[in-house]
């Protein structure tokens, strides 16, 4: 089955850090570009970081530049969001989500996972 | 940053209307642009990407039009299951925008 599934997720105190991983599987998982997609409770979508399939390019929102790190390990099939120095503007449901191509970086997203909480607060 | 609107922000539609949401980029996308659907609790799914083309295994109610800065989202017949949160996003340039999202519910 083709899919993604978050861990990670938690209860942090602001300034804490916490690490994100989105297991892959169903599909040559190397040949996609990936994404970490966010939404506040009750909010909209927030688009946070991506990563090409080779890690050679790597974008982050203006909201987490400096403070999160996004990574990938193909020979493991997964993604991962080291969050750093968290703020309770942070809380979200955090989402993986796969590029739309698999040959070239599309921009949109067809596979998400069904997300993890991380919540911030003291 | 390209910032997306959506409107309206909800609507009240029944079974079989024809429901309209529409999204307007702050400059030209060229076309790059999705819509998502997101029900209660779920992870958002790919309805349309490229402004009109329907992804794999969506059905052919859902339609997709426009052009520039204008793009629309057409449900031609509403079902039970379409009641739900859309958002368009752009994927024109960096960073991926999305629309606040229009909610359709049950009139």
């Known amino acids: 089955e083709v899919q993604l599934v978050e861990s990670g997720g938690g209860l942090v105190k602001p300034g804490g850090s916490l690490r994100l991983s989105c297991a892959a599987s169903?599909?040559?998982?190397?040949?996609?570009?990936m994404n970490w997609v966010r939404q506040a409770p009750g909010k909209g979508l927030e688009w946070v970081s991506s990563?090409?399939?080779?890690?050679?390019?790597?974008y982050y929102a203006d909201s987490v530049k400096g403070r999160f790190t996004i990574s990938r390990d193909n020979a493991k099939n997964s993604l991962y969001l080291q969050m750093n120095s968290l703020r309770a503007e942070d809380t979200a449901v955090y989402y993986c989500?796969?590029?739309?191509?698999?040959?070239?970086?599309?921009?949109?997203?067809?596979?998400w996972g069904r997300g993890t909480l991380v919540t911030v607060s003291s | 940053d390209i910032q997306m609107t959506q409107s309206p922000s909800s609507l009240s539609a029944s079974v079989g209307d024809r429901v309209t949401i529409t999204c307007r980029a702050s400059?030209?996308?060229?076309?790059?642009l999705a819509w998502y659907q997101q029900k209660p609790g779920k992870a958002p799914k790919l309805l349309l990407y490229?402004?009109?083309r329907l992804e794999s295994g969506v059905p052919s109610r859902f339609s997709g039009s426009g052009s520039g800065t204008d793009y629309t989202l057409t449900i031609s017949s509403l079902q039970p299951e379409d009641f739900a949160t859309y958002y368009c996003?752009?994927?024109?340039?960096?960073?991926?925008?999305f629309g606040q999202g229009t909610k359709v519910e049950i009139k």
């Open positions: 989500a796969r590029d739309g191509s698999s040959s070239s970086w599309s921009g949109y997203f067809d596979l």
């Open positions: 169903g599909f040559t998982f190397s040949s996609y570009s």
């Open positions: 490229a402004a009109s």
């Open positions: 990563i090409s399939s080779s890690s050679s390019y790597i």
């Open positions: 400059q030209g996308i060229s076309n790059s």
């Open positions: 996003q752009q994927y024109y340039s960096t960073p991926p925008t």
